[in-house]
């Protein structure tokens, strides 16, 4: 079993920054591939950045600048920094890893972005 818990989101003001912590834990090693997804209210799930098993990183144009991707291998952390907040980046935002061919999820975490 694999369990992925986000933590860190929050209300910040426009401009301001916040770190995201993906937890993971159970049968996953700390170098697995993560995904990071974010829901902006009454809109569909998307993708924003991804980082290997091998530690490259990949963001969606959107992100692309202000977010960055991280990973403490040894205490099977991923991070994402998120820079220069703006009222769109408000969405629940979660960490996914996909293993032997199921897909894992964390149960999200709500940044609020106020203007």
């Known amino acids: 079993q694999v369990q992925l818990v986000e933590s860190g989101g929050g209300l910040v003001q426009t401009g301001g920054s916040l770190r995201l912590s993906c937890a993971a834990s159970?049968?996953?090693?700390?170098?697995?591939?993560i995904q990071w997804y974010r829901q902006p209210p009454g809109k569909q799930r998307q993708w924003i950045a991804a980082?290997?098993?091998?530690?490259?990183?990949y963001y969606d144009d959107s992100v692309k600048g202000r977010f960055i991707i991280s990973r403490d291998v040894a205490r099977n952390m991923v991070y994402l920094q998120i820079n220069n907040l703006e009222p769109e980046d408000t969405a629940v935002y979660y960490c996914?890893?996909?293993?032997?061919?199921?897909?894992?999820w964390g149960q999200g975490t709500q940044v609020t972005v106020s203007s």
């Open positions: 996914r890893a996909n293993l032997q061919g199921a897909s894992y």
């Open positions: 980082i290997t098993n091998d530690g490259m990183s």
């Open positions: 159970g049968t996953i090693s700390g170098q697995n591939a």
